[in-house]
């Protein structure tokens, strides 16, 4: 499968973006979707996961801040980005894994298979 990462920009602190990660291939039912994201000079980190049926997990510096969501018929995942803060700062990028990953595994960016290209938000004060 492949992903194509879209909806990065410029946004103020306390705004809102909403990113999209359109897959081609096999429909992403199959998969686990995330998101990651990487600021300058850090490691890439996890922030949502979402399988099927509505089951989804955060990083606790989003939590009630991001929302992921996926539509499987459009084969397309989603992160919605409120009250944006500048940490938020980072290139983001969707990732697809094989199967339902368990929870005790879907911060670990090795469990995914495939990845988008990334899209940058820059969060300014």
């Known amino acids: 499968v492949q992903l194509q990462a879209s909806g990065g920009g410029l946004v103020q602190a306390g705004g809102s973006l909403r990113l999209s990660c359109a897959a081609s291939g096999p429909t992403i039912s199959r998969y686990s979707m995330a998101w990651f994201r990487q600021a300058p000079g850090k490691e890439r980190e996890f922030v949502a996961f979402?399988?099927?049926?509505?089951?989804?997990y955060y990083v606790d510096s989003v939590k009630g801040r991001f929302t992921i969501s996926r539509d499987n018929a459009k084969s397309t995942a989603y992160l919605q980005m409120n009250s944006l803060e500048p940490e938020d700062t980072a290139v983001y990028y969707c990732?697809?894994?094989?199967?339902?990953?368990?929870?005790?595994?879907?911060?670990?960016?090795?469990?995914?298979?495939?990845w988008g290209q990334g899209t940058q938000v820059t969060v300014s004060s």
């Open positions: 979402t399988w099927n049926g509505g089951t989804t």
């Open positions: 990732a697809a894994a094989t199967g339902r990953l368990i929870l005790t595994r879907v911060r670990s960016s090795y469990e995914y298979d495939y």
